[in-house]
């Protein structure tokens, strides 16, 4: 049977759910097209794949019905930040306080935000939920395209929006060209019980070989590690013993939290720069991982992503309100210009990083140095940066505005 909708969102992940959840209050007709049920129980040990959420991120979910869910099930507010260089002077701290901000963010697991969003879409009227199910073809005609379902059922859509990842079908059905690169490095993940509390601040070291995060989780001794290495090492990492890996870890951490402790499974990811030659085509929008993915070492992905659903949501909004053609590739190219200069900025200022801090030369250490003093020192500099990862600055979509509606 064919199923006619306005809109067709194909991936259910945290960044499609949060556009559907954004179309709550119109009488668009919604479908939403996921693959995988996520488990609605939660295990005494956290998820390795967590998010760090900046403030613009908390405000789109508060926006959105979603934090509530997100707090009652499990998340942890972080309250200041250290980075520093492994055998160097160089380091910076940031602190809430000095900001007049309750926390810097919250670090919350991917299944969990995926959960709380899909209990706001579950109840609204608009949104039929095709879940599990996978996309199998899609075609294109003058004002629709026609979407097949593996198990036999089809939609036409005016939009479709691809928001399933970096690996993208929509992006491939497409052929939209893809620039892309290897950072050189693949992220371990990991729960991890230190001997020391962590007090709330999520800290961050950068040695020769890469970055290594600890992320400040519910027990005041738990904490989530993103490990980002070279693919080589980063595999005889998770396949050692782990007592092994517990010495590895706490000599790289600089025993900061004293002896480390792995608590559960070891996960790798390799990790690439992609970025969408178009983020928008005829009938089709990408938003989140289908239109790019950076390194995690400033934990901005899925907050990019969420800004894109936010800003993608309020324009098709807004063309609909006006009786416009919201699946016209003229008529999404606001959105397209709005998200590629966001997402640049963000890909450029990761590869300046990932630059900056790559190898042990005697000349960028010293660069590296002054440059966290200067910023820890030059009059409002810390402030600014802060404020940016925050996200309580930039060109913001209303949805990311804090607080659009009353806080819950
Ligand atoms: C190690 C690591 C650490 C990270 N840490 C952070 C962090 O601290 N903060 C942060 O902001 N970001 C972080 N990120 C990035 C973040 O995880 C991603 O940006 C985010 O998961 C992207 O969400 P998404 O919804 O766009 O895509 P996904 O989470 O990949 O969701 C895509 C969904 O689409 C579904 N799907 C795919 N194909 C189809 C199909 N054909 N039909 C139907 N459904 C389909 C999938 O099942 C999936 O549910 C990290 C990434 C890595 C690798």
Redesign the pocket.
């Given at each position: 049977m064919m199923q006619s909708v306005d809109i067709a969102i194909?991936?259910?992940?945290?960044?499609?759910?949060a556009f559907a959840a954004a179309m709550k209050d119109s009488d668009l007709r919604i479908a939403l097209?996921?693959?995988?049920i996520p488990d609605s129980e939660l295990q005494e040990l956290s998820d390795v794949?967590?998010?760090?959420?900046?403030r613009s991120?908390e405000s789109i979910l508060r926006n959105l019905g979603a934090w509530q869910g997100i707090i009652d099930r499990r998340a942890a507010a972080y309250s200041a930040m250290e980075v520093w260089e492994q055998d160097s002077f160089a380091r910076i701290e940031f602190d809430a306080k000095k900001i007049a901000q309750p926390d810097l963010g919250h670090?919350v697991e991917?299944r969990v935000i995926?959960l709380a969003l899909l209990e706001q879409v579950k109840k609204q009227a608009n949104v039929t939920l095709f879940m599990p199910?996978?996309?199998q073809s899609m075609a294109m005609g003058e004002s629709e395209a026609w979407l097949t379902l593996a198990n036999g059922q089809s939609l036409t859509a005016k939009l479709v929006v691809g928001?399933?990842?970096?690996?993208?079908?929509?992006r491939r059905q497409q052929d939209i060209p893809l620039t892309h690169w290897d950072y050189g490095h693949s992220?371990i993940?990991a729960n991890v019980w230190t001997q020391e509390p962590h007090d709330k601040v999520a800290r961050q070291i950068f040695t020769p070989q890469g970055p290594l995060a600890f992320?400040p989780m519910g027990g005041s001794q738990m904490s989530s590690i993103?490990w980002s290495t070279d693919p080589s090492r980063a595999e005889q990492l998770v396949a050692m013993d782990k007592e092994a890996f517990n010495k590895a870890l706490t000599a790289e951490f600089d025993a900061r939290l004293g002896m480390c402790e792995v608590i559960g499974e070891r996960f790798s990811?390799p990790?690439k720069m992609r970025y969408a030659r178009d983020f928008v085509c005829e009938r089709v929008a990408l938003?989140?991982?289908?239109a790019h993915?950076?390194h995690?070492l400033a934990?901005?992905?899925?907050?990019?992503?969420l800004l894109d659903a936010a800003c993608l949501a309020q324009e098709v909004l807004q063309l609909w309100q006006q009786g416009q053609d919201i699946g016209s590739k003229r008529n999404l190219r606001s959105y397209e210009r709005w998200r590629k200069a966001e997402a640049a900025k963000m890909i450029a200022a990761m590869q300046g990083f990932r630059d900056l801090f790559a190898g042990d030369n005697p000349a960028k250490k010293l660069v590296r140095g002054i440059g966290m003093q200067l910023v820890g020192q030059l009059p409002g500099a810390k402030d600014e940066i802060l404020k940016r990862a925050l996200g309580l600055k930039g060109d913001l979509p209303n949805l990311a505005k804090y607080p659009q509606s009353s806080p819950q």
């Open positions: 194909v991936g259910g992940g945290m960044v499609g759910l097209i996921e693959s995988h794949r967590v998010s760090a959420l900046s991120s670090i991917n995926q199910a996978q996309c928001a399933d990842g970096a690996n993208s079908w929509v992220a993940v992320l993103v990811f990790l938003i989140g991982d289908a993915t950076i995690p934990g901005q992905g899925v907050n990019l992503g």
